[in-house]
C-alpha cells in the first residue's frame, strides 16, 4: 500500500507541473511568436519480483516477468515550432516568417538570440529594433529622409526617399535554422538562444534553400490551440483527481490492514 501511495502521488506531481505548462500556453495564445510547450513524461524504475524465464513448477519456465512500477516522471519540455496563425497589421515593419527561420537578435552582452517575433521598429539611430530595443542582425539602418519602406519575401529591405523615385535598398535580412529547433532555450521576451543540444545556427536568405519567405504586414501569432489546451487541461485535471483517489483507496487498505489484530 505505501508504494501504492507514491506512486500515485508522483503521478499528482506530474499533473501538476502539466497544468503549469498548459497554463503558460493559453496564457501567451495571443504572443507573437510564442510557440507551445509540450510535457514528455516517462515511467519510473520498476522492481522485478520475479525475472521472466525462471524454472518452476515441474521444470516449466515462466514466460514473463513479475514487475511493479514506481510512477511516472517528467522527462521534458519540448517546443512545438509548427507555423503559427498569420495576424494581418498593415504595417510596414511588422515582418512574419512563412516556413523555417529565426530572426537574430543581437543581446545586450554581444551575444545573439533569436525570434520568431517580427514586430519590429526604428530606433533614434535609424536602425530597425525589436519593442525591447534590441537591433536586428545584422543590422538594418533606414535613412531619415526615407518615406516608405519595403521589405520583400526574399528579405531584401529597400526605401524610397524624399525627392526620390526609384527604390534604395538598405540591406537584407538573413535567418537562421536550427538542426533541432526543439533543443533551443527560451530566455522570455519571446527570444531563444542556441545549446548544445540546437547545435550552431545555420545562416541564409529568406525564400532560398529551404529558408521561409518573409510576410510585410502580418505578425505571426501563437501556435496554442486554445481547444486542444483546453482538454489537455481536463485531462491533466482528471488524472490528478483519479492519482488522489489511489492514494485514499490506499491508506483506506492500509487501515483495514491495521485493525484487523484489533
Known amino acids: 500500500m505505501m508504494r501504492a501511495i507514491r506512486t500515485a502521488a508522483t503521478g499528482m506531481k506530474a499533473q501538476e507541473v502539466r497544468v503549469d505548462i498548459i497554463s503558460n500556453n493559453l496564457a501567451n495564445v495571443n504572443t507573437a511568436g510564442f510557440k507551445k510547450t509540450q510535457a514528455q513524461f516517462q515511467d519510473l524504475l520498476y522492481q522485478t519480483l520475479r525475472p521472466a524465464g525462471v524454472v518452476e513448477y515441474e521444470g516449466l519456465v515462466v514466460p514473463t516477468e513479475l514487475q511493479v512500477g514506481h510512477g511516472v516522471k517528467l522527462s521534458s519540455t519540448q517546443k512545438v515550432f509548427t507555423q503559427g496563425t498569420m495576424n494581418k497589421t498593415g504595417n510596414n515593419l511588422d515582418l512574419a516568417v512563412i516556413g523555417d527561420g529565426f530572426f537574430q537578435i543581437l543581446m545586450p552582452d554581444g551575444t545573439t538570440a ?149
Open 114 to 262: 533569436y525570434t520568431r517575433d517580427g514586430n519590429f521598429e526604428i530606433s533614434q539611430d535609424g536602425i530597425l529594433v525589436t519593442t525591447e530595443g534590441l537591433p536586428l542582425q545584422p543590422s538594418i539602418t533606414i535613412p531619415q529622409t526615407a518615406m516608405d519602406i519595403s521589405v520583400g519575401a526574399d528579405g531584401n529591405v529597400d526605401v524610397i526617399q524624399s525627392g526620390q523615385v526609384q527604390p534604395q535598398n538598405v540591406g537584407r535580412i538573413e535567418l537562421a535554422r536550427f538542426i533541432n529547433p526543439a533543443g533551443l532555450r527560451n530566455i522570455g521576451d519571446n527570444l531563444f538562444t542556441e545549446t548544445i543540444a540546437s547545435n550552431t545556427p545555420i545562416l541564409g536568405n529568406p525564400a532560398e534553400n529551404e529558408y521561409g519567405s518573409i510576410e510585410k504586414g502580418y505578425l505571426e501569432l501563437s501556435n496554442v490551440s486554445v481547444v486542444d489546451e483546453l482538454v489537455d487541461l481536463i485531462t491533466a485535471q482528471r488524472i490528478y483527481e483519479l492519482n488522489s483517489r489511489g492514494i485514499s483507496i490506499a491508506d483506506t487498505m492500509m487501515q483495514v490492514a491495521t485493525s484487523i489484530g484489533r
